[in-house]
Nanobody
Framework: QVQLVESGGGLVQAGGSLRLSCAAS????????LAWFRQAPGKEREFVAT????????YYADSMKGRSTISRDNAKNTVYLQMNSLRPEDTAVYYC???????????????????WGQGTQVTVSS
């Protein structure tokens, strides 16, 4: 059974930082793009960041550029999202996702990803 398990969410003050982790089990994703999405209450799920299987290509949502860094450790089958200078509008449930297709370029659409975690809540207070 394939599982993606996020951790690292929580409550933080505006301007603070959080590091999210997502550990995969049940299969390896070392040859697959990994991504983070988020969904705020009453809003659709939106793209945050993605990283290619090799780690050499990364894309970020405009709202997160300069404030976040996505990285991966293929030996640990884990993807990370470091978020800095957090704002109240960053409050959302953050989901990690894995593309089941090996060596595909990292996409920014939720439809590109066939595996999803359960999400971790990030709340930024003003």
């Amino acid at each position: 059974q394939v599982q993606l398990v996020e951790s690292g969410g929580g409550l933080v003050q505006a301007g603070g930082s959080l590091r999210l982790s997502c550990a995969a089990s049940g299969r390896t994703f070392r040859s697959n793009a990994l991504a983070w999405f988020r969904q705020a209450p009453g809003k659709e799920r939106e793209f945050v960041a993605t990283i290619s299987w090799s780690g050499t290509t990364k894309y970020y949502a405009d709202s997160m550029k300069g404030r976040s860094t996505i990285s991966r450790d293929n030996a640990k089958n884990t993807v990370y999202l470091q978020m800095n200078s957090l704002r109240p509008e960053d409050t959302a449930v953050y989901y990690c996702a894995a593309d089941g297709r090996p060596y595909y370029s990292p996409g920014q659409s939720a439809q590109d990803y066939g595996y999803w975690g359960q999400g971790t809540q990030v709340t930024v207070s003003s």
